[in-house]
């Protein structure tokens, strides 16, 4: 299973950007996809998640949106008013149908990862 990720950017802050992962090797609608972020000097967090809902790190609430395309097999993360603490690598996961029943806040649900796109918010 592959994953690539993609949409990061350089934005000001209240711009929006819109993050992309897609899959060789599997269907993305049967299980779990993932986004993570990781700032420097910090540890990767949890930022949203969707299989049979939606799921989201608080402070995104109200501001981002995860979703599908699965004629694309695709997963995308629409991020709008970008805080200059949304700076980080974002990183797109993939779990099977096995993750429906798990904590998908927890990263080592997650058996395939994307390499990473980076976004900058800019103050």
């Known amino acids: 299973v592959q994953l690539q990720a993609s949409g990061g950017g350089l934005v000001q802050t209240g711009d929006s950007l819109t993050l992309s992962c897609t899959s060789s090797?599997?269907?993305?609608?049967?299980?779990?996809v993932g986004w993570f972020r990781q700032a420097p000097r910090k540890e990767r967090e949890f930022v949203a998640a969707i299989n049979r809902m939606a799921y989201y790190r608080d402070s995104v609430k109200g501001r981002f949106v995860i979703a599908r395309d699965n004629a694309k097999n695709m997963v995308a993360l629409q991020m709008n008013s970008l805080e200059p603490e949304d700076t980080a690598v974002y990183y797109c996961a993939s779990g099977g149908p096995s993750t429906l029943t798990k904590d998908v806040r927890d990263p080592a649900q997650y058996d395939s990862w994307g390499q990473g796109t980076q976004v900058t918010v800019s103050s």
């Open positions: 090797g599997r269907v993305l609608s049967r299980g779990t």
